[in-house]
């Protein structure tokens, strides 16, 4: 697969959390340290910016006009159209952790992840499912908590604790909003996994940190079916959308060290994967 398109780029240090608003026609991503959230307009070309003035985890769109915004200050819903933003709360445990990837279930939970606040916290984060104003621990004991996607059905949870270099198979109630683990289905050993995807058909994708691509997996049989290649050695998270769902978004950020030179690191690009 071998078919880049710059969407946007705007010398980002860690670009993240693609989301693709269909009524929109716009994808949204996050910068984490400089603290803003972008919506780029790919028929006109317009980028709206929203400045959370912290460290931002991940944007979710609610609906066509709102995202749920996970910052270090709190978790938000925002009105893309005024830039109004409404504190809804703040599940973080301490101040020296952050909200990382998050996603929805099926019944709109908000499952979130903790990583540090600027330092590694090993084995001290967790998943979290939050909902109506209460929050629950899905799975304890995280260290960098990343990349989460459901089954097409919403009988399973993917999940990404990238230091394990595995993803994750949990069983989920979407009822209930429970999860209970059942395998590691995926092992990494081209850099570490970050975050994920499922498509319409089943099979996950997932963006490699440190690996300059995103690879996709067959869910049943655990084999790798392909990859996409990515100019930039770290890439960070992944979605499909676009006209008729046929591009996979996919977010870039700088090397940690800043021992390699990347013109486009930081960036967010498009590829075609299906033909219309």
């Known amino acids: 697969m071998n078919n880049m398109q710059l969407v946007f780029f705007n010398n980002s240090t860690i670009l993240e959390g693609p989301e693709w608003n269909p009524e929109r026609r716009c994808i949204s991503c996050v910068s984490i340290l400089e603290g803003c959230v972008y919506i ?37 819903k925002v009105n893309v159209e005024t830039d109004e933003m409404v504190y809804l709360d703040n599940i973080l445990p301490r101040k020296d952790v952050r909200y990382n990837d998050g996603a929805f279930d099926k019944k709109k939970r908000f499952i979130v992840g903790t990583t540090g606040y600027n330092r590694l916290a090993e084995g001290e984060n967790a998943l979290y499912s ?10 304890d004991g995280t260290t960098i908590s990343n990349g989460i996607a459901f089954s097409p059905e919403a009988d399973f949870m ?3 604790d990238t230091p394990t ?13 429970d999860a209970c683990f059942d395998k590691y289905i995926i092992s990494i050993d081209e850099g570490i996994p970050d975050g994920i995807c499922v498509d319409d058909a089943g099979s996950l994708w997932v963006a490699h940190w440190g690996g300059s691509q995103v690879s996709k997996w067959d869910l049943v049989s655990g084999e790798k079916m392909g990859k996409i290649d990515v100019p930039c050695k770290n890439v960070s998270s992944c979605c499909i959308g676009g006209q008729d769902m046929s591009y996979m978004y996919v977010t870039t950020a700088k090397h940690d060290d800043g021992s390699i030179s990347e013109v486009m690191a930081g960036a967010l690009f498009k590829y075609r994967i299906k033909e219309n």
């Open 40 to 76: 780029i307009y790919e028929d006109t070309g317009v980028i709206h910016t929203i400045d959370m003035k912290s460290q931002v985890g991940c944007a979710l769109w609610m609906d066509r006009d709102h995202l749920l915004v996970a910052s270090y200050k709190g978790i938000y």
């Open 130 to 139: 939050y909902c109506d104003g209460k929050a629950k621990v899905l799975v």
């Open 158 to 160: 993917y999940f990404v």
């Open 165 to 177: 270099r595995k993803v994750g198979r949990y069983r989920y109630d979407p009822e209930t909003g």
